[in-house]
């Protein structure tokens, strides 16, 4: 998984997001290796390749009160109707969407808390990936929009119980 950064970002959200994806999509049985654009080399290979585009700045520093939390909190890039393993999370939108929740003061724990929000919203933006499907469930991580208690919550689940099927992405 390449994460493309575009402003600054916490080590400590990114690894609870690193961590909570794989606890999410534990039962498809993928491992994931976890890269940041600026630390490919040049001629660097991969069998399989997410990439995400992180937009916006994510960490908490606290943002302007004109962001929106309103959209998508992330998208998929879909072609010709096939869903690619290219995707983008627009981090500025996650940390609006759960603010209200987190505690405040205690710095650790908001990024925890917000590592594990990012992280299962690319959690089901890997789901559209893996599976193939654009449509969306109506509960768990993979239905159309989550709550911030749901982003933030100590469990959450995919609907599917059954293993993703691997679309071996390129």
């Known amino acids: ?10 080590t400590l959200s990114l690894a609870e997001m690193e961590r909570e994806v794989g606890a999410v999509l534990k039962n498809t049985g993928l491992t994931f290796d976890w890269r940041t654009q600026e630390s490919l080399l040049p001629d660097a290979e991969f069998k399989s390749l997410f990439v995400f585009k992180m937009k916006g700045r994510c960490d908490l520093v606290p943002l302007p009160q004109w962001i929106d939390e309103r959209g998508p909190l992330g998208m998929t890039s879909v072609s010709d109707g ?5 995707g983008e999370i627009d981090c500025d939108r996650v940390k609006k969407s759960v603010q209200r929740v987190l505690p405040r003061g205690k710095s650790e724990k908001e990024e925890r808390l917000y590592g ?3 992280g299962r919203v690319v959690a089901h933006e890997m789901y559209h990936m893996l599976s193939g499907k654009t449509s969306h469930s109506k509960s768990g991580l993979t239905q159309a ?4 208690d749901e982003l933030t919550s100590n469990h959450m689940d995919l609907v599917e119980t059954r293993p993703v099927k691997n679309n071996s992405p390129r």
């Open 1 to 10: 998984v390449v994460l493309d950064f575009d402003q600054p970002y916490s």
């Open 145 to 148: 929009s989550l709550t911030a």
């Open 82 to 86: 096939q869903v690619l393993s290219f």
């Open 116 to 118: 594990r929000a990012l």
